[in-house]
């Protein structure tokens, strides 16, 4: 290559890293003879999301992602596939209820301009992440609770449903007889969090459940919070959470993943630094599991979690894996 054509493929290349915001990737070799331009390849598109109900989830978001649409689209359609199903009974419609019987969901969404959305104890919406994003998009507000969220699904078109499935009725019905409050229990069929990278390198996430089965009526965790249970930062990444979400809300867990990343920590590093930050305070929940999935800008990813038995699903490079996470405790 002559000197003159190597200068024009390094200053387009420093141009497009700059473009693209890739300081944190770039590199340069400055032996005057041979300049070495390095940038670390960007992978995109790539969706991550929580737990084995992540793979159907991050189909429809591939779908979307494949086809160059935007991040924001992926994650709200990947997640309503995982709300809509009445076999999981940890998020959407067939999501255990509270201990009065009444299924309470909370959402949040976050697109990649720092715009954020979340609707939290709402009832009888079947889609509550949609109702976030409209949150988002239609009001100046970022989060609507109760019947106030509700009112606002009703007038927006959404459909008032019977949310509790004969599957969740039984089970609740069974919970009723010794009525044990032990809300916090449950590990490995969880809360739906999921973060994407689309083609144009623009990060996007979404997040929803119906929390903790047999919860005091009122109840909201970590999820519909922006900075607990999600967060996208598109200079950075993003990040999300499941588990018991009282742990995740005394901690800022997907905020504090996300910092983590902006200071150079890899996406699994992040999430085990996060746990870490847990499990130092000893908090006093029974069978405590918190996880986190990051996703950064270059499409790296990771997860990890406070015990075995987690799992997230990664769609990259055209394949759809569900894959073990690391853990600090057996
Ligand atoms: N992480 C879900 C919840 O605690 O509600």
Redesign the pocket.
Same mark, same amino acid.
């Given at each position: 290559m002559t000197t003159r054509r190597k200068f024009l493929v390094s200053s387009a290349l420093a141009t497009t890293a700059a473009m693209l915001g890739m300081k944190s990737i770039f590199s340069r070799s400055e032996t005057p003879e041979k300049k070495v331009i390095k940038i670390n390849t960007v992978r995109k598109p790539v969706v991550i999301s929580t737990w084995d109900h992540g793979i159907a989830a991050n189909e429809a978001a591939w779908k979307i992602l494949s086809t160059n649409g935007r991040a924001l689209d992926a994650v709200e359609q990947g997640v309503r596939v995982t709300e809509s199903d009445p076999n999981i009974t940890s998020v959407g419609y067939g999501g255990l209820p509270d201990r009065d019987g009444r299924v309470t969901l @909370?959402a949040c969404i976050m697109d990649e301009n720092l715009n954020a959305g979340s609707v939290a104890c709402i009832e009888h919406i079947k889609n509550p992440i949609s109702v976030a994003r409209l949150v988002m998009e239609k009001t100046p507000h970022v989060m609507l609770v109760g019947d106030g969220a509700l009112q606002f699904a009703l007038q927006n078109g959404f459909k008032r449903e019977n949310l509790l499935t004969k599957k969740s009725k039984k089970a609740w019905e069974e919970w009723l007889k010794t009525s044990h409050y032990k809300p916090v229990d449950r590990n490995n069929h969880?809360?739906i969090g999921m973060i994407a990278l689309d083609n144009n390198g623009n990060l996007s996430g979404a997040c929803t459940?119906?929390?903790?089965a047999w919860?005091i009526h009122g109840?909201?965790? @970590?999820?519909p919070i922006p900075g607990d249970?999600l967060y996208v930062d598109n200079e950075v990444g993003g990040a999300a959470?499941?588990?018991?979400?009282?742990a995740?809300m005394r901690t800022c867990g997907s905020y504090f993943v996300v910092e983590l990343m902006r200071a150079g920590k890899s996406p699994e590093e992040a999430c085990k630094l996060a746990v870490e930050r847990i499990l130092k305070w000893n908090m006093k929940y029974n069978d405590l599991q918190v996880a986190y999935i990051a996703l950064n800008k270059n499409g790296e990813a990771g997860g990890y979690a406070v015990k075995k038995g987690f799992q997230y699903a990664l769609y990259a490079d055209g394949k759809n894996q569900l894959i073990d996470a690391k853990y600090s405790e057996s």
């Open positions: @909370d969880d809360t459940t119906s929390g903790i919860k109840r909201v965790g @970590d999820s249970g959470s499941t588990g018991v979400g009282e995740v």
